[in-house]
């Protein structure tokens, strides 16, 4: 457990640059990662020290250890400037996690500062994740249009046929619920859900994506400065009008990355759990309870798979090793569920599963926007299922393709053979407008649906085919 060392007696133990280090991001880890966590478990405890992409950090592998230090902001608090060595100028300057670190929004920041956005996002979420609130209904409405006109995309080749899932509905149905929540006038999201993909899928493009994706949502924010509407940007300002445009677009930025990421690996994850034949998912998706089957997915499978670094504030015992006051401390909630004290607990056959995994993180940190990212990855996988008769996937489940990131566990692709169900789709209600607001247009309906790029992108996959 965490316990504070007395002072100076950590320095009698070995400081973590001085000890020999596994490198963390190998190809066992890309292909599982679970081989590495056990590896280390074995070698260390439920503690490690490794090297990750040339730093070193300490991984958090046990239950009970990451939850005592997820559970505890105050001894392990987040926050850069409590980084020892970046104080300390000794972090290598092309370090590739140094960029998706430094935005320092939200989930990375610690202290004063954190507190007031913290309140900010809680009550900028709040209207979307009210299910009787009119923003709540809208989206719902805009999320299921938005699935059904990608299925009827892919389909329309005819009444059987393959797609990639991943392409062509798990990642581009997040984006398009993001650029509902940003509120984004007229055309201007377009390119700015192109490059969020381009950022993600880190190729030689993602650099300059990355700069024209901030310049947009800065663009985004400044107009939202002046025409507020009801939308994540207005609700956000409303609450912290002391926001510059700057500090703003990153906080859009993070909520672009984590809603088209985070939720398109759920919906992804949840399709490949129930069409295995995983009969517990099978059987509780058919009896209509999707958000119990996506449960057992985040458990199994959490998107987030190691968390953003915390510090501890002063010198603590964890695990087997004492961490220095200042180190950097990751989570890896992937390793914690795999420990026996929580997998041997976990009961595969149950009905109802736990609910006491760390998916969703725990204590004051944990997600706030967990019923908006559940309800929306729900209403795609239930719009898939009643659309599809037959889904299968079209490579063996050991085969699928995982992108290797120290943060991420999500499929590069997912492909499969349908079968478009006989009934045919139940007519999609109308998305209801909001009472009129300025800057809040929704240019698609008021403009006869003009074609984004990122949709005339996804129609020609279709025609590639
Ligand atoms: C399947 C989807 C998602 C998963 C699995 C997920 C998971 C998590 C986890 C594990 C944390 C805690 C990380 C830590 O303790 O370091 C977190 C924090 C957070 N998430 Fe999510 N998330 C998801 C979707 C979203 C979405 C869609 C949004 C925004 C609309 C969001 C907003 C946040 C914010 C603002 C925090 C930081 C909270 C804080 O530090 O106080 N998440 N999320």
Redesign the pocket.
Known sequence: MGVPVNSGSAAGHESLESMSLEPLMTRDYERDPAIVYERLRQAHGPVAPVDLLGVPVWLVLGYEEAYEV?RDDHAWPKGLENWRARREGRLPEDWPLAPSLDVNH??IQGGEGYREL?VA?DTA?RPFQDPRHPVAKRLKAQITRDADELISLFTQGGRTGWADLSAQFSRPLPLMVASH?LGFPGSQHDDALMDMWRVLDAGPDAGPALERLLATLSELGAWKMKEPGDDFPSYLLASHPGLSVEELSRELM??LG??SD??G??ISNTVVEVITGNLPASASLSAGLIRETMNRV?MQK???IN??PRFPSKDMKLGNHTIAAGDPVWVS?GAAHADPTFAGKVCPESTISTRAHL???AG??????RE??GGA?AIGVSRLFERLSGLELSLPVDQLPWRSSPFMRGLRSLPVRYTVSGTPALPVPPVPPLPAAAGSAPADEAAGRPRSSLWRYLAGLVRGR
């Open positions: 997820l939200v989930l913290k996002w979420l929540l993070m909520l984590m809603t985070h939720v690996i759920l985040v959490p998107p987030l968390f953003v909630v998916s969703w993180g004051p940190r944990q997600c706030p926007a908006l990212a990855a």
